[in-house]
């Protein structure tokens, strides 16, 4: 069946009087089949945080057809039933800021990562840039003709940096011209977003990439110069700001004077963290941040990571039980971050731990403000001990540490990367007419977002992998890993 047939069937449902009706209508259906059921679940409504009991979700061909009240649904043939009696329906999550890299070597093990999101309930996942975007593309393809098994991924291909860029895999621009191509080339790619960064590229030219992007109607993601203000990038058209630093920077109120003595070689990066961190106070970081969110730039803060980082000198990772599931190659990417923490003294640590509390601590200033935070990790290579899968877990835990409630931290994971990407009409929500990428937890979310490590079942495009077939996943992602590491 068509995506087309499949709305239309919806629709029909629809019509019918069968979404979230009352126990008394019933749709007579009887000459359809369906693929699943969902029977007797609770679903969260992920706009408001309403729990909607006692509701069977119908699928078929890889969208939610109708959502109704438990008996309801009177159809020909049911292929498949889930008992939800006791669980949760949310949608399926999404990891908005994850990497694919290490070069051509890594691949396999790169790709052994995909499963391992599937059974943590994240659905989706953005690829913000590594240098194996030939690879992720046609991953891409795969998963979405149904050939490998994982999230559904949306990608930027390699990003847009300056000449003698130190991250392998960029479109290294050195002016207008050579901007234009690289755009094009991404166009002709059909990447989903635009990531630009800071290492090499110029402010000038940073600027421009923002404007251009904006003015073709694609979506931006950065990393902003130190010499360009966070507001200036904002109101260029910047979609998403990538790590929670750069919004901390955005609150200082003297950012733009900052920004600018940077420019002009009076203050180096350590002074203008000094002066932001100085200066820096809630009431004036809210009316910047009101500013982000009138301009529609969102922020992924990706906390885990920042956090992993910070507290290496207290956390030991050597024996995690999930380095299981990381390729050695992978593993030994972890390593630079680590020798480079290792190198600092009493004080640095101390800074190390003060930055990440105070950056952290802006998140519900960025929530007060109207800013769309999207939920991400920036797991994968390089990244240590920040890991594919269960990272996003830790990455909404860390959301509800720092001031936001579970519903608005599972809106994050959820909605807001859907409507970021501009894909709410198909995603980010359970409704008739959507895809059918749904997790049923043990526990309510709502109450408590630790609920989203209790997953019973993940439906992925209709397709629905019960617990044992989730731990199988895991189970033939350690087979792989180990064979990986006795390879010679």
């Known amino acids: 069946m068509t995506q087309a047939r499949a709305a239309a069937r919806a629709g029909a449902f629809l019509a019918l009087g069968v979404f979230c009706l009352v126990p008394t209508v019933h749709a007579q259906v009887n000459d359809t089949s369906v693929d699943l059921i969902v029977r007797d679940v609770t679903v969260i409504d992920v706009t408001d945080g309403k729990r909607l009991p006692h509701r069977d979700l119908v699928v078929d061909d890889g969208r939610i057809v109708a959502i109704v009240a438990t008996g309801d649904a009177r159809v020909g043939k049911v292929r498949e039933t889930v008992e939800g009696r006791g669980l949760f329906a949310i949608p399926g999550l999404w990891d908005m800021h994850v990497h694919f890299g290490g070069g051509a070597a890594l691949i396999e093990e790169n790709r052994a990562l995909l499963p391992l999101y599937v059974a943590h309930g994240i ?33 930027s291909g390699p ?16 002016d207008e011209a050579g901007l234009d191509a690289a755009l094009d080339s991404l ?3 059909q990447v989903d977003f635009i990531k630009i960064t800071d290492n ?29 203000s966070v507001a200036d990038a904002s109101a260029a058209g ?16 003297d950012e733009a004077a900052l920004s600018r003595a940077f420019a002009a070689g009076t203050l180096d990066a350590r002074a203008v963290w000094a002066g932001a961190e100085a200066t820096f106070t809630p009431d004036r970081a809210r009316a910047a941040y009101r500013r982000l969110a009138a301009n529609g730039t969102a922020v992924t803060p990706t906390l885990n990571g920042s956090r992993v980082v910070a507290y290496l000198d207290e956390d030991d990772h050597a024996d995690d039980d999930y380095l299981q599931y990381i390729g050695p190659g992978l593993q030994a990417t972890y390593a630079w971050r680590v020798q480079r923490a290792a190198k600092d003294d009493a004080a640095a640590i101390a800074l190390r731990h003060a930055r990440f509390e105070r950056q952290a601590g802006i998140l519900p200033l960025l929530q007060s403000a109207g800013v769309r935070i999207l939920a991400g ?12 899968g269960v990272g996003l877990h830790d990455e909404l835990d860390l959301f509800v540490r ?26 980010g929500t359970l409704a008739p007419g959507k895809a059918a990428d749904i997790v049923l937890l043990r526990a309510d979310p709502v109450a408590d977002i630790k609920a989203v490590r209790a997953i019973d079942t993940v439906i992925l495009r209709g397709k629905a992998y019960d617990r044992a077939a989730l731990d199988a996943m895991l189970t033939d992602v350690r087979t792989r890993v180990a064979a990986m590491q006795t390879a010679p």
């Open 123 to 155: 659905t989706g996942v953005r690829d913000a840039a590594g240098d194996l975007s030939d690879s992720v593309l046609a991953w891409r393809e795969a998963v979405a003709a149904g050939r490998e098994l994982g999230p559904r991924i949306f990608t």
């Open 159 to 174: 990003k847009i940096e300056g000449k003698d860029s130190i991250w392998p895999g960029d479109l290294e621009v050195e």
């Open 187 to 189: 166009v002709a790619r």
């Open 200 to 228: 090499t590229l110029s402010p000038s030219l940073f600027m421009s990439a923002l404007e251009k992007v904006h003015a073709r109607g694609q979506v931006s993601s950065a990393h902003i110069p130190m010499a360009v």
């Open 238 to 253: 910047l979609g998403s700001i990538e790590h929670i630093a750069y919004a901390y920077k955005a609150g200082a109120p």
């Open 377 to 388: 990790t920036d797991a994968g290579f390089l990244n240590s001990f920040n890991y594919p």
């Open 402 to 427: 720092y001031g936001l409630t579970p519903l608005q931290t599972l809106q994050a994971a959820t909605i807001n990367g859907a409507r970021f990407l501009g894909h709410d009409d198909t995603h």
